[in-house]
Protein backbone atom coordinates (compact mmCIF):
# COMPACT_ATOMS: atom_id res chain seq x y z
CA UNK A 1 0.00 0.00 0.00
CA UNK A 2 2.95 2.02 0.95
CA UNK A 3 4.47 1.41 -2.44
CA UNK A 4 0.87 2.44 -4.20
CA UNK A 5 0.68 5.44 -2.43
CA UNK A 6 4.64 6.64 -3.74
CA UNK A 7 4.10 5.45 -6.98
CA UNK A 8 0.96 7.64 -7.70
CA UNK A 9 2.34 10.44 -6.06
CA UNK A 10 5.05 10.01 -8.35
CA UNK A 11 2.87 9.92 -10.95
CA UNK A 12 1.14 13.35 -10.69
CA UNK A 13 4.37 15.23 -10.30
CA UNK A 14 6.38 13.57 -12.87
CA UNK A 15 3.40 12.46 -15.34
CA UNK A 16 4.92 12.14 -18.63
CA UNK A 17 8.33 10.73 -16.25
CA UNK A 18 6.42 7.56 -15.96
CA UNK A 19 5.08 7.12 -19.04
CA UNK A 20 7.40 3.92 -19.47
CA UNK A 21 7.17 2.76 -16.03
CA UNK A 22 5.56 -1.47 -16.40
CA UNK A 23 1.99 -0.98 -15.77
CA UNK A 24 1.64 -3.53 -13.96
CA UNK A 25 3.53 -2.01 -10.81
CA UNK A 26 1.46 0.97 -11.24
CA UNK A 27 -1.64 -0.73 -10.76
CA UNK A 28 -0.92 -3.83 -9.26
CA UNK A 29 0.37 -2.25 -6.21
CA UNK A 30 -2.94 0.12 -6.22
CA UNK A 31 -5.10 -0.76 -2.82
CA UNK A 32 -8.38 0.75 -3.26
CA UNK A 33 -10.26 2.21 -6.57
CA UNK A 34 -10.41 6.07 -8.20
CA UNK A 35 -12.60 8.17 -6.29
CA UNK A 36 -14.49 8.45 -10.12
CA UNK A 37 -17.68 7.71 -11.76
CA UNK A 38 -17.44 4.20 -12.63
CA UNK A 39 -16.26 3.98 -16.47
CA UNK A 40 -14.10 0.99 -18.54
CA UNK A 41 -10.95 2.50 -20.90
CA UNK A 42 -9.59 0.68 -23.26
CA UNK A 43 -10.26 -3.09 -23.45
CA UNK A 44 -9.89 -6.49 -21.88
CA UNK A 45 -6.03 -7.17 -22.04
CA UNK A 46 -5.24 -2.95 -22.26
CA UNK A 47 -6.80 -1.08 -20.68
CA UNK A 48 -8.32 -0.02 -16.94
CA UNK A 49 -11.54 0.74 -14.78
CA UNK A 50 -12.70 3.90 -12.94
CA UNK A 51 -15.03 3.83 -9.82
CA UNK A 52 -14.72 0.30 -9.27
CA UNK A 53 -16.61 -1.45 -7.30
CA UNK A 54 -15.73 -4.60 -4.95
CA UNK A 55 -17.49 -7.82 -4.86
CA UNK A 56 -19.07 -7.95 -1.68
CA UNK A 57 -16.82 -10.78 0.11
CA UNK A 58 -19.74 -13.08 0.76
CA UNK A 59 -23.31 -12.69 -0.43
CA UNK A 60 -26.16 -14.59 0.06
CA UNK A 61 -25.40 -17.21 -3.59
CA UNK A 62 -21.67 -16.43 -3.80
CA UNK A 63 -18.34 -15.97 -1.99
CA UNK A 64 -15.12 -14.21 -3.69
CA UNK A 65 -12.16 -16.48 -3.36
CA UNK A 66 -8.43 -15.65 -2.48
CA UNK A 67 -9.05 -12.59 -0.74
CA UNK A 68 -5.42 -12.09 -0.53
CA UNK A 69 -4.96 -11.18 -3.86
CA UNK A 70 -7.18 -8.18 -3.84
CA UNK A 71 -8.82 -8.95 -7.05
CA UNK A 72 -12.72 -9.11 -6.19
CA UNK A 73 -12.89 -5.33 -7.94
CA UNK A 74 -15.02 -4.23 -11.30
CA UNK A 75 -17.45 -2.49 -13.03
CA UNK A 76 -21.12 -2.22 -10.94
CA UNK A 77 -22.20 -4.58 -14.22
CA UNK A 78 -20.01 -6.84 -13.71
CA UNK A 79 -21.16 -7.19 -9.83
CA UNK A 80 -24.43 -7.13 -11.27
CA UNK A 81 -24.01 -9.93 -13.62
CA UNK A 82 -22.15 -12.12 -10.64
CA UNK A 83 -25.66 -11.36 -8.40
CA UNK A 84 -27.39 -12.27 -11.06
CA UNK A 85 -25.83 -16.10 -12.10
CA UNK A 86 -25.03 -17.00 -8.63
CA UNK A 87 -29.27 -16.92 -7.84
CA UNK A 88 -29.55 -18.98 -10.96
CA UNK A 89 -26.53 -21.54 -9.64
CA UNK A 90 -28.12 -21.48 -6.67
CA UNK A 91 -31.40 -23.21 -7.97
CA UNK A 92 -28.77 -25.99 -9.59
CA UNK A 93 -29.33 -29.54 -7.89
CA UNK A 94 -26.11 -29.89 -5.73
CA UNK A 95 -25.10 -26.29 -5.92
CA UNK A 96 -25.62 -23.58 -3.32
CA UNK A 97 -24.08 -20.34 -5.40
CA UNK A 98 -20.83 -19.86 -6.94
CA UNK A 99 -17.31 -19.50 -5.78
CA UNK A 100 -16.08 -16.41 -7.63
CA UNK A 101 -12.15 -16.53 -8.83
CA UNK A 102 -10.40 -13.70 -9.92
CA UNK A 103 -12.09 -10.23 -10.72
CA UNK A 104 -9.97 -7.30 -11.85
CA UNK A 105 -7.56 -5.00 -9.67
CA UNK A 106 -9.15 -1.95 -7.65
CA UNK A 107 -8.53 0.16 -10.94
CA UNK A 108 -8.13 -2.76 -13.19
CA UNK A 109 -4.88 -2.48 -15.48
CA UNK A 110 -2.38 -5.12 -15.47
CA UNK A 111 -1.59 -7.36 -12.84
CA UNK A 112 1.66 -8.39 -11.30
CA UNK A 113 1.10 -11.84 -12.06
CA UNK A 114 -1.67 -13.71 -13.55
CA UNK A 115 -3.74 -12.91 -15.71
CA UNK A 116 -2.99 -10.95 -19.44
CA UNK A 117 -6.72 -9.84 -19.46
CA UNK A 118 -9.11 -8.75 -16.60
CA UNK A 119 -8.25 -5.15 -16.57
CA UNK A 120 -11.27 -2.87 -17.57
CA UNK A 121 -13.01 -4.61 -14.93
CA UNK A 122 -15.33 -7.00 -17.20
CA UNK A 123 -13.91 -10.32 -16.50
CA UNK A 124 -14.68 -12.79 -14.16
CA UNK A 125 -13.38 -16.11 -13.13
CA UNK A 126 -16.23 -18.59 -11.95
CA UNK A 127 -15.15 -21.86 -9.96
CA UNK A 128 -16.05 -25.44 -11.33
CA UNK A 129 -15.88 -26.26 -7.57
CA UNK A 130 -19.86 -26.61 -6.80
CA UNK A 131 -20.23 -24.99 -3.03
CA UNK A 132 -21.41 -26.88 -0.52
CA UNK A 133 -20.87 -23.45 1.96
CA UNK A 134 -21.01 -20.41 1.45
CA UNK A 135 -19.47 -19.42 4.86
CA UNK A 136 -15.92 -20.20 4.33
CA UNK A 137 -13.70 -18.29 6.75
CA UNK A 138 -10.79 -16.20 5.27
CA UNK A 139 -8.09 -19.08 5.94
CA UNK A 140 -10.46 -21.24 4.03
CA UNK A 141 -10.72 -19.44 0.72
CA UNK A 142 -6.88 -18.87 0.45
CA UNK A 143 -6.56 -22.47 0.82
CA UNK A 144 -9.50 -24.35 -0.82
CA UNK A 145 -8.99 -25.66 -4.76
CA UNK A 146 -11.14 -25.41 -7.44
CA UNK A 147 -11.59 -29.15 -9.18
CA UNK A 148 -10.67 -29.92 -12.46
CA UNK A 149 -13.03 -31.28 -14.82
CA UNK A 150 -10.76 -31.74 -17.67
CA UNK A 151 -8.92 -35.47 -18.96
CA UNK A 152 -6.48 -35.82 -21.74
CA UNK A 153 -4.93 -32.38 -21.28
CA UNK A 154 -8.08 -30.73 -22.58
CA UNK A 155 -9.66 -33.01 -25.10
CA UNK A 156 -12.14 -34.57 -22.92
CA UNK A 157 -14.40 -34.01 -19.63
CA UNK A 158 -13.92 -36.25 -16.62
CA UNK A 159 -16.03 -37.79 -13.92
CA UNK A 160 -15.89 -34.00 -12.39
CA UNK A 161 -17.55 -32.44 -15.22
CA UNK A 162 -21.32 -32.84 -14.63
CA UNK A 163 -24.80 -31.41 -16.80
CA UNK A 164 -25.04 -29.07 -13.64
CA UNK A 165 -22.19 -27.42 -15.27
CA UNK A 166 -23.35 -26.88 -18.99
CA UNK A 167 -26.48 -25.22 -17.13
CA UNK A 168 -24.40 -22.94 -15.46
CA UNK A 169 -22.32 -21.95 -18.37
CA UNK A 170 -25.41 -21.77 -20.58
CA UNK A 171 -27.36 -19.56 -17.65
CA UNK A 172 -24.19 -16.87 -18.38
CA UNK A 173 -23.53 -17.23 -22.30
CA UNK A 174 -27.98 -16.39 -22.02
CA UNK A 175 -27.53 -13.26 -20.38
CA UNK A 176 -27.58 -10.47 -22.25
CA UNK A 177 -24.29 -8.84 -20.71
CA UNK A 178 -22.18 -11.17 -21.90
CA UNK A 179 -20.04 -11.00 -24.91
CA UNK A 180 -18.02 -14.53 -24.42
CA UNK A 181 -17.31 -17.38 -22.00
CA UNK A 182 -13.93 -19.47 -22.38
CA UNK A 183 -13.70 -22.62 -21.53
CA UNK A 184 -11.03 -25.90 -22.36
CA UNK A 185 -11.98 -27.18 -25.55
CA UNK A 186 -13.22 -31.03 -24.29
CA UNK A 187 -15.93 -28.97 -22.45
CA UNK A 188 -17.13 -27.62 -25.43
CA UNK A 189 -17.48 -30.27 -27.44
CA UNK A 190 -19.28 -32.09 -24.69
CA UNK A 191 -21.81 -29.26 -24.40
CA UNK A 192 -21.97 -29.45 -28.36
CA UNK A 193 -23.11 -33.00 -28.43
CA UNK A 194 -25.28 -32.97 -25.38
CA UNK A 195 -27.10 -29.17 -25.45
CA UNK A 196 -31.31 -29.68 -26.93
CA UNK A 197 -33.26 -26.88 -27.88
CA UNK A 198 -32.07 -23.12 -28.46
CA UNK A 199 -28.72 -23.29 -28.70
CA UNK A 200 -27.84 -19.93 -29.86
CA UNK A 201 -26.09 -19.54 -26.37
CA UNK A 202 -23.28 -22.18 -27.84
CA UNK A 203 -22.09 -19.45 -30.12
CA UNK A 204 -20.55 -17.46 -26.53
CA UNK A 205 -18.55 -20.47 -25.71
CA UNK A 206 -15.31 -20.15 -27.28
CA UNK A 207 -12.39 -22.67 -26.34
CA UNK A 208 -9.05 -21.67 -24.78
CA UNK A 209 -6.21 -23.38 -23.12
CA UNK A 210 -6.94 -23.85 -19.47
CA UNK A 211 -9.94 -23.32 -18.21
CA UNK A 212 -10.66 -26.62 -16.51
CA UNK A 213 -10.90 -24.68 -12.66
CA UNK A 214 -12.60 -22.01 -13.84
CA UNK A 215 -14.81 -20.81 -16.83
CA UNK A 216 -13.97 -17.10 -17.66
CA UNK A 217 -16.81 -14.83 -18.27
CA UNK A 218 -16.50 -11.68 -20.07
CA UNK A 219 -18.85 -8.86 -20.54
CA UNK A 220 -19.87 -6.46 -23.57
CA UNK A 221 -18.81 -2.89 -23.26
CA UNK A 222 -21.42 -1.02 -21.22
CA UNK A 223 -23.94 1.22 -22.64
CA UNK A 224 -22.85 4.36 -23.66
CA UNK A 225 -19.56 3.28 -22.19
CA UNK A 226 -17.13 5.50 -24.86
CA UNK A 227 -13.86 4.92 -24.11
CA UNK A 228 -14.24 1.05 -23.63
CA UNK A 229 -13.18 -1.16 -26.34
CA UNK A 230 -14.96 -4.61 -27.73
CA UNK A 231 -13.65 -7.98 -28.58
CA UNK A 232 -15.02 -8.73 -32.15
CA UNK A 233 -17.84 -10.79 -31.72
CA UNK A 234 -17.45 -14.41 -32.11
CA UNK A 235 -17.71 -15.75 -35.75
CA UNK A 236 -21.48 -17.26 -36.98
CA UNK A 237 -23.03 -20.17 -36.13
CA UNK A 238 -22.60 -22.58 -32.78
CA UNK A 239 -18.88 -22.91 -33.05
CA UNK A 240 -18.71 -27.08 -32.56
CA UNK A 241 -16.67 -27.24 -35.41
CA UNK A 242 -13.60 -25.02 -34.53
CA UNK A 243 -13.96 -26.76 -30.73
CA UNK A 244 -13.41 -30.30 -32.09
CA UNK A 245 -10.67 -28.78 -34.38
CA UNK A 246 -8.75 -28.22 -31.21
CA UNK A 247 -9.87 -31.37 -29.49
CA UNK A 248 -8.33 -33.05 -32.72
CA UNK A 249 -5.39 -30.80 -32.24
CA UNK A 250 -4.87 -32.24 -28.70
CA UNK A 251 -5.33 -35.77 -29.53
CA UNK A 252 -2.86 -35.52 -32.87
CA UNK A 253 -0.67 -32.37 -31.70
CA UNK A 254 0.99 -30.43 -35.15
CA UNK A 255 4.30 -30.14 -35.69
CA UNK A 256 5.35 -27.71 -33.31
CA UNK A 257 6.29 -24.04 -35.39
CA UNK A 258 10.21 -23.98 -35.77
CA UNK A 259 10.16 -20.25 -35.50
CA UNK A 260 11.05 -18.72 -32.18
CA UNK A 261 8.42 -17.00 -30.64
CA UNK A 262 9.09 -13.47 -29.72
CA UNK A 263 8.69 -12.87 -26.09
CA UNK A 264 5.41 -10.38 -25.45
CA UNK A 265 6.55 -6.90 -24.67
CA UNK A 266 5.92 -5.61 -21.07
CA UNK A 267 2.65 -3.21 -21.08
CA UNK A 268 4.03 0.20 -19.92
CA UNK A 269 2.09 3.04 -18.74
CA UNK A 270 2.29 4.67 -22.17
CA UNK A 271 0.19 1.78 -24.25
CA UNK A 272 -2.68 2.29 -22.34
CA UNK A 273 -5.40 5.05 -22.80
CA UNK A 274 -5.07 8.01 -21.54
CA UNK A 275 -7.41 8.47 -19.18
CA UNK A 276 -5.67 5.94 -17.60
CA UNK A 277 -2.98 7.94 -16.03
CA UNK A 278 -5.91 9.81 -14.56
CA UNK A 279 -7.40 6.95 -13.06
CA UNK A 280 -4.25 6.55 -11.49
CA UNK A 281 -3.93 10.14 -9.97
CA UNK A 282 -7.35 9.75 -8.45
CA UNK A 283 -7.39 10.15 -5.32
Known amino acids: MRLAAFLIGLLAQAGPLLAETPAKQLFGTAAAPSTQRAAVFGGYARGCVAGAVQLPETGPTWQAMRLSRNRNWGHPELIAFI ?22 QPRGGPMLTGHASHQSGLDADIWMLPPKRLNLSRAERENLSSISTRRARGAHVNGNWTRQHMKLIRAAASDKAVARIFVFPGAKVWMCENARGDRRWLRKVRPWWGHHYHFHVRLKC ?36 PTPRKPRPELVLADLPDQCQAVLQSR
Do not use: H
Not at 222 to 250: E, F, L, M, S, Y
Open 83 to 104: ERLSKKAARLRGWKGIYVGDMS
Open 222 to 257: PNGATGCVNQAPPPPGDGCADARDWVKDILNPPPPD
